[in-house]
């Protein structure tokens, strides 16, 4: 599990992985100001599940905080997916610490510019009088990414990240105000009902791959290139100015630091949207699951789900069937997703305990069956070993150089998602 930084506290004490597997307690951590932290399972409102593909170790990486920065009405959900031959580390670590900076960085910004002017660029609107101006919101994710970068530069890490790095798209949700950190190719959805109360899903980040234009004009700017191979056309890269490694298949990432000089960035998007009453849940989710269902696929699926509490394990398991049938000859990718239910989040109480789950459409609560079910963590057979040469695969970064050492790549092909926007 990922360490935090010296100047950081560490969100648990005596933490493991057998303990949250087994104890149903462990699953839930307090954390500094109060928050309970899971990094699986799922609560009266939120659900989570990660299931590692046929690539090797699981390298993504999932959180919810309930009662975030000090607020019992803030929660904050992350997932993460790591790359590069430590990108289960960085993954992890990002999770572990990144909370405690942005935490860190938000109860600065409202104790000393609670009231700041508003962007008069952004759409943001009506924000709740307690709530901090959208401007202190973005300032504080900034500077809590860009300064948890910084640190894995300074190795204070204790592990390499020079050719290792993670996305992250991270949500907090405060009362109406739903604010949105997007770093790599994560994504993040919200599904809402249109006028004739049909499930639409809304994106909420971009995919910030090398050749988007703002992104590609960056990246050449600073004398990196941007090309996809003759063997993946489909896949754009960002490589170093003249050595066709490493490869990296997003333009915004943490760690990587062999290509920071060169057009990459940690820098987050940051946006932020007023929620209605319209709105039902929002979903986290790796590009393994994105790269094989739509957002509208995503959005049904969820809508329709009879346990709220299992709606992150339905829709991993849904990708990976999707993985095997529309490419059967390509090893299975990692898979995490967060689901937040608006609805129930709308209607709580009091948090209730991991035993008790969200049901059917009227949101009610039960007791779950079997707390197994929604544990969160499971990991596909090893029996089969993957390599670059089975299938069609796209990996997240190519380290071809030995001046990197001999790395395997190891992340999945983009499967160019099917956006034909069928009547529901």
């Not at 939120?46 to 990486?61: C, E, H, I, L």
């Not at 008069?120 to 901090?132: G, L, M, N, V």
Request: with cysteine.
């Amino acid at each position: 599990m990922g360490v935090c930084c010296s100047k950081d506290k560490p969100i648990y004490e005596n933490f493991d992985k057998e303990s949250l597997a087994e104890d149903d307690d462990a699953r839930a951590r307090a954390a500094e100001g109060g928050a309970r932290v899971r990094l699986l399972g799922a609560c009266a409102f939120a659900s989570m599940f990660t299931q590692q593909g046929r690539k090797g170790v699981n390298q993504d990486a999932m959180t919810i905080w309930e009662g975030f920065a000090g607020d019992k009405d803030r929660i904050l959900c992350g997932v993460f997916d790591g790359h590069g031959p430590l990108g289960h580390k960085v993954a992890g670590h990002v999770r572990d610490v990144l909370p405690v900076k942005v935490a860190s960085e938000l109860k600065r910004s409202e104790s000393s510019d609670s009231h700041s002017d508003r962007d008069d660029t952004t759409e943001d609107t009506d924000y709740q009088e307690d709530a901090p101006s959208f401007d202190s919101w973005k300032d504080g994710f900034i500077k809590a990414f860009e300064g948890l970068d910084g640190d894995f530069g300074a190795g204070r890490a204790g592990f390499d990240c020079i050719c290792s790095g993670t996305t992250a798209v991270i949500v907090v949700k405060q009362g109406e105000d739903l604010m949105v950190a997007n770093l790599g190719d994560s994504r993040a959805i919200l599904c809402t009902r249109d006028d004739k109360n049909r499930p639409v899903p809304v994106q909420l980040t971009v995919d910030l791959k090398p050749n988007l234009p703002r992104e590609a004009e960056r990246i050449e700017s600073c004398r990196g290139r941007v090309f996809a191979l003759d063997e993946e056309p489909g896949v754009h890269r960002l490589w170093l100015p003249e050595d066709d490694s490493p490869g990296l298949a997003m333009a915004r990432a943490f760690g990587d630091f062999c290509l920071k000089d060169f057009g990459l960035i940690a820098t987050p998007e940051v946006s932020h949207r007023k929620l209605t009453e319209r709105d039902e849940f929002v979903v986290l989710a790796t590009d393994g699951v994105w790269d094989v269902l739509s957002n509208r696929e995503v959005a049904k699926i969820v809508a329709s789900a009879g346990k709220k509490s299992d709606v992150a394990r339905l829709l991993v398991e849904r990708a990976v069937r999707e993985w095997r049938c529309k490419h059967p000859t390509s090893k299975v990718d990692d898979c995490a997703v967060v689901c937040l239910d608006l609805k129930a989040m709308a209607h709580k109480e009091e948090p209730r305990l991991l035993g008790q789950v969200s049901l059917s459409e009227s949101f009610k609560t039960a007791r779950s069956e079997d707390s197994e079910a929604v544990a969160g963590v499971h990991d596909e057979s090893k029996k089969d070993e993957w390599t670059a040469l089975e299938g069609v695969s796209r990996v997240n970064s190519l380290l071809k150089l030995p001046r990197f050492g001999n790395v395997l790549s190891w992340r999945k092909r983009s499967v160019k998602e099917a956006e034909a926007e069928e009547e529901v």
